[in-house]
């Protein structure tokens, strides 16, 4: 595993000029270090995490779901690569189960405003007597 890129093979990975990394670099955007001889690196990470960083997230405009329910975050639980947010809308509590990642990229936190989509054919609970 390469412990980091040349400054040219990151700007090129990144579509950026190297000029753009050193500015980025000066104002503190990006992290390198340097070879013994002097070469500025890019880990491997930092050039991960621009490349995350930089890609689109598409925002939903319009949907199509009949079953929306607005309300109010009132609690998000997360745990290593999952995580629990809990709305209420209304008088309904609902639950979601999703992605950690998605979570943290939403930002979600108690108190903000956010709708529950739901979306199934089927759903069941049953007990014995």
Known sequence: MAEGYR???????????????????REGKLTTTRTAGGQRLVP????????????ERPRVTSASVRNRFPGVVTEVKRDGLAATVEILAGPH??????????????????????????KATNVMVEVDE
């Open 44 to 55: 491997a990470g930092e050039v991960a995490r621009l490349l995350s960083d930089r890609r």
């Open 93 to 118: 509590r609902v639950l979601a189960f999703v992605t950690r990642e998605a979570v943290d990229e939403m930002g979600l936190e108690p108190g903000m405003r956010a709708v529950a989509t739901v």
């Open 7 to 25: 400054i040219g093979e990151a700007a090129a990975m990144l579509g950026v000029r190297v000029e753009t990394l050193r500015r980025w670099e």
